[in-house]
Nanobody
C-alpha cells in the first residue's frame, strides 16, 4: 500500500504564489521508484485535468494554461514532488491532487506497481 499526502494549499490573492508538496510513502514494504509524478486539479463544477507531469530523470511537461507560471520539481531522495505556482489567477482555484506511478516491494518480497493518488488540497485564488 502506497500513500501520497499533499500539503501547502490555501487561499491567496491573484498574482500571488503557493507551493504544494506531495510525499510518497509505503504503509508496508518499501518504495523502489516513482516512475512518474504528476499534479492534477479539479476546479469547482468541472472535470479533473492534468496540470503537469514529471517522468523519472526527465523534464516536466505542463498544460498550456499553466506554462510559464507553474514549475514541477522532484526530490528523489525524499520521494517528494513539488508544484510551485506563481502569478496565480482566480481560474487556478481547484482541488489539487498528486499522482504517482509507483514501483514498490511488499514485505513478502513481491514487486508491485500501482497508480496512487493523494487526497487533494484546496487552492483558492481570489480576485
Amino acid at each position: 500500500q502506497v500513500h501520497l499526502v499533499e500539503s501547502g494549499g490555501g487561499s491567496v490573492q491573484a498574482g500571488g504564489s503557493l507551493k504544494l508538496s506531495c510525499t510518497a510513502s509505503a504503509a508496508s514494504g518499501k518504495i523502489l521508484s516513482l516512475e512518474h509524478m504528476a499534479w492534477h486539479r479539479q476546479p469547482p463544477g468541472k472535470q479533473r485535468e492534468l496540470v503537469g507531469i514529471i517522468p523519472i530523470e526527465s523534464s516536466a511537461n505542463y498544460a498550456d494554461s499553466v506554462k510559464g507560471r507553474f514549475t514541477i520539481s522532484r526530490d528523489y531522495g525524499l520521494n517528494k514532488v513539488y508544484l510551485q505556482m506563481n502569478s496565480l489567477k482566480p481560474e487556478d482555484t481547484a482541488v489539487y491532487y498528486c499522482n504517482a506511478d509507483v514501483k514498490y516491494e511488499t514485505p513478502e518480497g513481491y514487486y508491485r506497481r500501482v497508480d496512487s493518488w493523494g487526497q487533494g488540497t484546496q487552492v483558492t485564488v481570489s480576485s
